[in-house]
């Protein structure tokens, strides 16, 4: 697929459905590029829908089976867009919150690989039911150990505000889980001793709400 160049050509390209309630449309808003007038559009549309339909479906609509609707943030960025944004948070800009274009292949940037050749996407989602039963300091950790259990999620990067947290899927996935929220670091990746085994102890009480679970 060439890269949309018209409304009806985008208009197409966001009909493009990644799952079964996911459309690349709903991952295409930047609040960056709404304000700065940028054109957020993958310049490799193929890969960016096949990394976006791996997100969809193994990672998003499972989330979406067991705790209801999941509202999508924050997703793809263009290297023009990020780029602008990672710019403005070096300038000390509030807001922006955009690494370097390089980090961020495979992540925000979907059209393009990582250094190691891995196709992934990442988006920033927030889970309204979790956060309306779940909102106490720390309760965040229960729904990360439900995915680092459950889900082939690559990174998990939890935030205060509705713990919003960038999910990324990624190949060769890393496992890893880090916080900007209470308690903020690391929670965990491979070799840390509370990466294996099971973490049921940590989530099980999400039963109590959320019957999937």
């Not at 018209?6 to 996911?22: C, P």
């Not at 495979?106 to 050749?117: K, L, P, T, V, Y």
């Not at 680092?148 to 205060?160: A, Q, V």
């Not at 999910?167 to 070799?191: A, C, F, H, M």
């Amino acid at each position: 697929m060439k890269p949309p160049t018209s409304v009806s050509t985008l208009s197409d390209f966001g009909r493009a459905r990644l799952s079964k309630s996911f459309f690349m449309r709903d991952f295409l808003f930047s609040d960056i590029a709404a304000l700065h007038g940028f054109a957020n559009i993958p310049g490799d549309p193929d890969l960016a829908i096949a990394a976006g339909t791996r997100l969809c479906t193994e990672l998003l609509e499972p989330l979406q089976d067991v705790f209801g609707r999941v509202a999508i943030r924050s997703a793809y960025r263009s290297p023009e867009v990020n780029g602008f944004g990672n710019q403005m948070q070096k300038a000390g800009k509030a807001g922006y919150n955009c690494a370097s274009n390089e980090s961020n292949h495979a992540h925000h940037i979907w059209d393009r690989r990582d250094a190691e050749g891995n196709m992934g996407a990442t988006a920033c989602i927030v889970i309204p039911a979790f956060h309306d039963a779940f909102s106490g300091e720390g309760d965040w950790q229960k729904l990360a150990w439900w995915i680092h259990d459950h889900l082939p999620y690559s990174t998990l990067y939890f935030f205060p505000k509705l713990w919003a947290v960038n999910i990324q899927w990624r190949e060769n996935p890393v496992r890893q889980i880090d916080s900007y929220t209470k308690p903020r670091g690391r929670l965990t990746s491979p070799g840390m001793p509370n990466h294996a085994a099971s973490h049921e102890a940590d989530w099980a009480i999400l039963r109590d709400v959320f019957p999937g679970a």
